[in-house]
């Protein structure tokens, strides 16, 4: 099992910005596409960004310009800047681990944030 650990939600008003990270309790880092998903309240959760171990990024269209994912090997860190934060970005975000030869997924607890207007 990949323990994921989560840090940096919290509170912020309209426009303001924060930064999310996630380690990985993992061997070897670099066989897993990592990411960033989020759940607001009745609703599904969402791709909001991934990078692959090459640094190849994808993002979410409602994040995308104002979120940067990035991500250190050797660290074994993935971070989610998140600047310009809205009122629709308030949700739980959960760190993704998503291994490269299969299906096999990992997620973290989840971290909250909440954007005031």
């Known amino acids: 099992q990949v323990q994921l650990v989560e840090s940096g939600g919290g509170q912020v008003d309209a426009g303001g910005s924060l930064r999310l990270s996630c380690v990985a309790g993992v061997r070897i880092f670099t066989v897993f596409t990592m990411g960033w998903y989020r759940q607001a309240p009745g609703r599904q959760r969402e791709l909001v960004a991934n990078?692959?171990?090459?640094?190849?990024?994808n993002y979410g269209d409602s994040v995308r310009g104002r979120f940067t994912i990035s991500r250190d090997n050797d660290l074994k860190t993935t971070t989610l800047q998140m600047n310009n934060l809205q009122p629709e970005d308030t949700a739980i975000y959960y760190c993704?681990?998503?291994?490269?030869?299969?299906?096999?997924?990992?997620w973290g607890p989840g971290t909250q944030v909440t954007v005031s207007s």
């Open positions: 993704h681990a998503q291994f490269v030869a299969s299906t096999t997924q990992h």
């Open positions: 990078i692959t171990a090459g640094g190849i990024a």
